[in-house]
């Protein structure tokens, strides 16, 4: 019973519509689960990252889809260094292979891509495929951060450092903002969280001052496009008010 209506209500629900109508121009997404979802099957961590990968590629083309101009992913923080190196060697090894083929892939979607995060301490080789797609891209204007050896602590740290060394005494929020990684992009109107966990874990911790959150139990590899759907449909009940009074 609870099934047939849940089908019925979200047959009748036009996404793109509400994406339109809520005002979600950038959602976020912090991409966990990779590892439980491996071990849960007594695969390697790898093994989760592996199809971790794939569902970047579906949601992030799903989210275009709807309408969305903005999507950020978190897919490795400057605290992931602490895991064991196979691993991450293997989730380099992974996002090097996306990189390189994300433009073919993307010839009708025009989206533009924009990496987040200090590209100095990755390998050169990935370094440079991620600036070769920064570069090849920057006309579109669809875009797709990746925040990759990113930390929000360090990338405002980035900011007043650079604007002291062009010579300010003082600096103003708009002067912290231009300095960002995400200084072409709004704010995250939506920050989606899968896997359980309730927290930022130092993604964006500028940026989403009045971002709406949604959390969910999925673990990143199983994530669906009606997942996406159910954290849109949340998002457009969310009475926004930024510190006013709705409807005032
Ligand atoms: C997220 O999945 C991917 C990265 C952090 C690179 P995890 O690897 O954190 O998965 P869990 O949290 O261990 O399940
Ligand atoms: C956050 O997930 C980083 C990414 C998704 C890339 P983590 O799995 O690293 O976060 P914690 O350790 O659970 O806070
Ligand atoms: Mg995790």
Known sequence: ??????RRRDAAVDIPALVRDSGLCHIAFIMDGNGRWATKRSLPREAGHKVGIESFRKIVKYCFNCGIETVTVYAFSTENWSRPKREVDAIMKLLDEYIRTAEDED?????????????????????KNC??????????????????????????????NECIASGASAVTEE????????SLSPDPDLIVRTA?????????????????????DVLWPDITDRDVDDAIIDFS????????????
């Open 1 to 6: 019973m609870f099934f047939k209506n849940k």
């Open 237 to 248: 009940k969310r009475k926004r008010k930024f510190g006013g009074i709705k409807n005032a």
């Open 175 to 182: 002067d912290i903002s231009k300095h960002l990684y995400t």
């Open 131 to 160: 600036e070769v797609l920064e570069k090849l891209t920057e006309r579109y204007k669809r875009t797709l951060n990746i925040a990759l050896n990113y930390g929000g602590r360090s990338e405002i740290v980035k900011a007043v």
């Open 196 to 216: 359980g966990e309730k927290r930022l874990s130092n993604f964006l911790m500028w940026q989403s001052a009045y971002s709406e959150f949604y959390f969910t």
């Open 107 to 127: 010839e009708e979607n025009r989206t533009r891509y924009i990496f987040l995060g200090d590209k100095t301490a990755l390998d050169e080789g990935l370094a």
